[in-house]
């Protein structure tokens, strides 16, 4: 007997290690789920996974709008998620990718029919003042105008994201902190438990029209208390190397002299920025009465832990 529940759902971004995991859960939950993916010799690699998961698989630019209608056409598409954001962050990637990907992928939705769009947001895009915020918030004001019902999910920090130091202190270097490790805090996901939270807004009605939040289990975590349960991992006594977040902001200045007159600069200018962002700013709900992060209003799903997955890396390493 066919799953009632069962939906025709479009994914843009499955190549990502998020968007992999999203295919996944959908395909668990029963779901018929056909993947676009760039044309590329990573996406092809992709591909071979995706299909072996049991998902559907076609190759698009997400700029030609043509080959996008031929796309939903052939998926009778009900429900389109959106997994895809720009990797550098760079202003002319985030508009790209952050808003004009996905504004391209909107109209071919509402052109076929679809009744349903999920997009992968960004927590940080609370306070926002980079470029890819600001292109991530440009498209989530035009899809609040869309007649499809709208989920747009924030999730907190990723696993990934939280993992750049394992290496690092495998070898005996201090753990990286800014100021005293104690500026920011984040309640990191998996990418499996967020996977699975992307899959249930495909069903769940509660999950519809609304903007998601999303972090896993707590409590939350600062930077010096990763480094902390890093070192003590690797059977090391915990040591650090305070870095100031101020250098970005220098470096980001200087190097926007040279904006006007090159793209070069203008990049690297916007990398400092971020990085300066990411030194100083919490990955939380940003209380709006109060103007702080708050680790109590910040929601939380899923099994994962940052411990059990620092384990399995310094695991493989030996």
């Given at each position: 007997?066919?799953?009632?529940?069962?939906?025709?759902?479009?994914?843009?971004?499955?190549?990502?290690?998020?968007?992999?995991?999203?295919?996944?859960?959908?395909?668990?939950?029963?779901?018929?789920?056909?993947?676009?993916?760039?044309?590329?010799?990573?996406?092809?690699?992709?591909?071979?996974?995706?299909?072996?998961?049991?998902?559907?698989?076609?190759?698009?630019?997400?700029?030609?709008?043509?080959?996008?209608?031929?796309?939903?056409?052939?998926?009778?598409?009900?429900?389109?998620?959106?997994?895809?954001?720009?990797?550098?962050?760079?202003?002319?990637?985030?508009?790209?990718?952050?808003?004009?990907?996905?504004?391209?992928?909107?109209?071919?939705?509402?052109?076929?029919?679809?009744?349903?769009?999920?997009?992968?947001?960004?927590?940080?895009?609370?306070?926002?003042?980079?470029?890819?915020?600001?292109?991530?918030?440009?498209?989530?004001?035009?899809?609040?105008?869309?007649?499809?019902?709208?989920?747009?999910?924030?999730?907190?920090?990723?696993?990934?994201?939280?993992?750049?130091?394992?290496?690092r202190v495998r070898a005996g270097k201090p753990f990286?902190?800014?100021?005293?490790?104690?500026?920011?805090?984040?309640?990191?996901?998996?990418?499996?438990?967020?996977?699975?939270?992307?899959?249930?807004?495909?069903?769940?009605?509660?999950?519809?029209?609304?903007?998601?939040?999303?972090?896993?289990?707590?409590?939350?975590?600062?930077?010096?208390?990763?480094g902390t349960m890093l070192c003590e991992l690797a059977?090391?006594?915990?040591?650090?190397?305070?870095?100031?977040?101020?250098?970005?902001?220098?470096?980001?200045?200087?190097?926007?002299?040279?904006?006007?007159?090159?793209?070069?600069?203008?990049?690297?200018?916007?990398?400092?920025?971020?990085?300066?962002?990411?030194?100083?700013?919490?990955?939380?709900?940003?209380?709006?009465?109060?103007?702080?992060?708050?680790?109590?209003?910040?929601?939380?799903?899923?099994?994962?832990?940052?411990?059990?997955?620092y384990e399995r890396l310094l695991a493989q390493g030996?």
């Amino acid at each position: 007997m066919a799953d009632s529940s069962a939906r025709r759902v479009l994914l843009a971004g499955a190549s990502g290690t998020i968007g992999r995991a999203a295919a996944r859960a959908l395909v668990d939950a029963g779901h018929h789920v056909t993947c676009v993916l760039r044309e590329s010799a990573s996406a092809r690699e992709a591909a071979m996974a995706l299909e072996g998961d049991g998902c559907a698989v076609h190759f698009a630019d997400l700029g030609d709008t043509a080959a996008l209608a031929e796309r939903f056409a052939g998926s009778e598409a009900q429900v389109v998620m959106s997994c895809i954001a720009s990797r550098s962050g760079s202003p002319r990637d985030s508009k790209r990718v952050d808003h004009d990907a996905n504004l391209a992928l909107l109209e071919a939705a509402e052109a076929a029919g679809a009744d349903h769009f999920i997009l992968l947001s960004a927590i940080c895009v609370q306070r926002p003042k980079l470029a890819f915020q600001h292109e991530k918030l440009r498209f989530e004001a035009r899809l609040k105008q869309s007649p499809l019902a709208q989920t747009i999910v924030r999730p907190t920090a990723f696993f990934k994201s939280l993992s750049g130091q394992v290496e690092r202190v495998r070898a005996g270097k201090p753990f990286l902190i800014f100021g005293d490790g104690e500026l920011t805090a984040c309640k990191p996901i998996s990418d499996r438990d967020l996977g699975r939270f992307l899959a249930l807004c495909v069903t769940d009605p509660n999950k519809r029209d609304a903007i998601l939040p999303i972090g896993g289990p707590g409590p939350a975590i600062s930077l010096k208390e990763q480094g902390t349960m890093l070192c003590e991992l690797a059977g090391r006594e915990p040591a650090f190397k305070s870095v100031p977040p101020r250098m970005f902001t220098l470096a980001s200045r200087v190097l926007g002299l040279g904006a006007p007159f090159a793209e070069w600069f203008a990049e690297k200018s916007e990398y400092a920025r971020i990085a300066h962002y990411y030194a100083t700013e919490s990955m939380l709900v940003l209380d709006p009465d109060s103007g702080e992060y708050s680790d109590r209003a910040t929601p939380e799903f899923g099994e994962d832990t940052l411990r059990a997955h620092y384990e399995r890396l310094l695991a493989q390493g030996r």
